[in-house]
């Protein structure tokens, strides 16, 4: 299996992002919200999926930093007015830095160790955004933060250019993960999932590689926060906390670890099935419990994962 | 050959229901589409059903419509999450077109929702979120509060533990957040002004789960002790108290969640006794409320609680509201002005009318736990008339203190 070999999943993606850009302008705004919430979160389960998939580093702290820059951004632009390139650069660089910080300490665990300490690790953060009132306004969260002016015709408070703006991102994300998942570098992570002792028997630096891509992808869940910020003008503990690093898990686990359009795919699946299905029924959780099952059942590679031919 | 029968018949069905609702009726007898928000899942799923039972008992009472004109309420999920609580408001107003939007129950929830619902300008009330700044440093236009503020119950209650209770040292314990905060930080105000001091102030976290070492560091030599919590909590902490044998040495007072009627009926004697603030008790003996109190029991199987009542409430105002407009609810700024002015001179939790920031001046009730005809009660045992959220404070002069928070009022007589 190598995840660089199949050309269906980059098919599918610039598919998939042509035709939410074609369709768009049709959509009501409702809908396109939602569109735009599946963008934003596809960023964050990609960035994951770098972890998770590529590296085989399952974690269960990536709110922190996905929350880390939200705040940034929140605080940055309620209290010092500050525009685009201020809150974009200041929360992406944030929360690289706080995976570089908890990165240390992370990486020199592996299995359900790493995942434990990322999960503690993503606690601390919360705690820090529900305690420390005086910077995080606490459990009230921050309301009203601005999204940005770009001097653009369009103002991005209206549904269709914010969709556009996050549409965007998403594509330069997912582009620049997956230069990253083909690189030299990205091959060595994959490498690494497989063969830990062998890389280092190759005279690979582990450590330093497993290490580069927790921090590259933490920088990456802090691009996401950033537009979550904009894309809901409120900042809160709950955007840290460990119901959303779960949730971003199973995006990346439904859609397929290891091909970034999978996960893409699992956030729009996530996304649509809790807003969709919550209107009709009040046990909505007891279907998307459904689906988790039946994809471990039927496709335990993912929905994306199951779609490659040919098997190993 | 039959799937592909089935899915036409579905997509004609789809489009023959769609078009079929716009040319229905004229826009003036369509149903008029209230948007309602409840946490129906996670920890505050049995509120948010008390909420939702609560508001569709009035609307039954009243046969489903008013000014000629049927009353459709949509309930949304909001699962206690203010990013799914914006979500779901977005889909009521965009997709759906309602003409008010109401519920919702965590102050997060009623913070996020405040630019959103002041940028699309939708007439809002809020029955249960009662965050102090919605209503006071950050008001919201649209939005009329129809339950309470935080504090409110709390300025009264300090004046009444003056004027009635020996009273002077009391020790606080709450839950460390902003509904903790703004509960014991309303008392302490008045209390310290009056004379009274707060001799300690313990923050105990939400996931508390043995009060052990926070009942050993109360102090002995206070003359009684107030505390806040809700649910679970409530009920665990009351528990501990007695059985530390605290109880028969530091009288214990609290916010009026401790007691309120979610958790009241599984507490025992241990909460015979404590005195608490809201502005409604179950027991509150008034016609209104008795006839509340018995449709609610026959068609909930169970006593009203505050949120239910607060639901009941607020359909009530909303209700009256769109017959002062004479159902017209198309002619926003119309609507929200009505929604402004009710005036209720009798409800199951007293008069009701609304100050210039969107608030209820209501009674508030200062309540004793008692066992009455076996089951515990919170027996009213003082009322304060119409009481604002500013106390007897100028808004002005009482909106340049910051909000009660983690360290405001500071505790000077902390040790």
């Known amino acids: ?312 | 050959m039959t799937r592909i029968r089935i899915v036409a018949s579905a997509v004609l069905w789809a489009l023959a229901t769609s078009l079929a609702a716009p040319l229905g009726a004229p826009a003036q007898s369509a149903p008029i589409k209230i948007g309602f928000l409840a946490p129906l899942t996670g920890p505050f799923a049995q509120i948010g059903k008390d909420m939702v039972n609560g508001n569709q008992l009035y609307l039954a009472e009243i046969g489903g419509q008013v000014a000629g004109r049927k009353i459709e309420v949509l309930v949304e999920d909001d699962e206690g999450n203010p990013a799914t609580a914006l979500n779901k408001s977005r889909k009521l107003v965009d997709q759906d077109k309602i003409s008010i939007l109401t519920g919702g129950m965590l102050a997060n929830v009623g913070y996020a929702l405040q630019p959103y619902i002041d940028a699309q300008k939708i007439p809002t009330t809020y029955p249960v979120i009662a965050a102090d700044d919605i209503t006071q440093r950050k008001p919201a236009k649209w939005i009329v509060r129809t339950g309470w503020s935080t504090s409110q119950p709390m300025h009264p209650f300090a004046d009444w533990v003056l004027k009635n209770t020996k009273y002077r040292k009391i020790a606080a314990i709450g839950m460390d957040y902003a509904f903790g905060y703004e509960i014991i930080g309303g008392f302490q105000q008045v209390f310290e002004e009056g004379g009274g001091q707060i001799v300690q102030r313990i923050w105990a976290p939400l996931n508390t789960n043995d009060f052990a070492p926070f009942l050993a560091q109360l102090r002995r030599d206070s003359d009684a002790v107030l505390a806040l919590f809700t649910g679970r909590l409530a009920l665990q902490f009351v528990k501990q108290y007695e059985e530390a044998g605290l109880k028969g040495k530091l009288p214990l007072l609290g916010g009026g969640t401790i007691t309120d009627e979610t958790v009241l009926p599984q507490m025992g004697d241990e909460a015979i006794g404590l005195i608490t603030a809201l502005h409604y008790s179950q027991a509150l003996d008034n016609p209104a409320n008795a006839k509340f109190n018995k449709a609610f029991e026959a068609s909930a199987g169970k006593i009203p609680s505050y949120y239910s009542e607060a639901t009941y409430t607020n359909a009530r105002w909303i209700v009256e509201a769109i017959k002062a407009v004479g159902g017209k609810v198309e002619d926003r700024d119309a609507l929200l002005a009505a929604l402004r002015r009710v005036d209720l001179k009798e409800s199951a939790r007293g008069p009701l009318k609304v100050d210039d920031f969107g608030n209820p001046i209501q009674n508030i009730y200062i309540r004793k736990v008692e066992r009455v005809g076996g089951r515990l009660q919170n027996t009213v045992i003082a009322t304060y008339p119409a009481v604002s959220q500013f106390w007897k404070y100028k808004p002005d002069e009482y909106m340049k203190r910051p909000l009660y928070g983690r360290d405001y009022p500071p505790c000077r007589y902390c040790q």
């Open chain 1, 1 to 312: 299996m190598s995840p660089t070999s199949g050309r269906r999943p980059i098919v599918i993606g610039v598919g998939a992002l042509v035709a939410a850009a074609a369709v768009a302008p049709t959509l009501p705004s409702y809908p396109l919200t939602l569109l735009t919430q599946v963008a934003i979160m596809a960023i964050l389960a990609m960035s994951l999926d770098i972890l998770l998939g590529y590296t085989g580093l399952p974690s269960l702290g990536h709110a922190a930093y996905f929350g880390t820059a939200a705040y940034a951004v929140g605080i940055l632009a309620t209290e010092r007015q500050a525009g685009f390139l201020t809150c974009l650069v200041a929360g992406v660089l944030l929360a690289t830095a706080a995976a570089a910080l908890f990165g240390l300490v992370a990486i020199r665990a592996t299995g359900t160790y790493f995942l434990m300490i990322t999960l503690a690790l993503g606690m601390v953060v919360w705690g820090l955004a529900f305690r420390w009132v005086s910077l995080t306004k606490g459990d009230n969260g921050i309301a009203g933060v601005p999204r940005p002016d770009l001097a653009l015709p369009w103002s991005l408070a209206a549904p269709l250019p914010f969709f556009y703006f996050v549409l965007v991102a998403a594509a330069l994300a997912w582009a620049a993960l997956g230069t990253l998942a083909r690189s030299p570098f990205g091959l060595t992570l994959q490498g690494i999932r497989e063969s830990e002792t062998r890389m280092r028997a190759l005279g690979y630096d582990v450590w330093l590689h497993k290490y580069l891509a927790f921090v590259i992808s933490g920088g990456f869940a802090g691009f996401a926060g950033v537009f979550w910020a904009w894309y809901n003008g409120f900042v809160s503990p709950v955007d840290v906390q460990l119901v959303t690093s779960v949730e971003t898990l199973l995006m990346v686990a439904l859609g397929g670890p290891g091909t970034l359009a999978g996960s893409a795919l699992g956030a729009a699946v996530i996304v649509f099935l809790k807003n969709f299905v919550s209107v009709y029924t009040k046990r909505w959780l007891l279907i998307l419990g459904a689906v988790y099952i039946g994809v471990i059942l039927f496709a335990p590679r993912g929905v994306l994962g199951a779609l490659r031919a040919p098997h190993r």
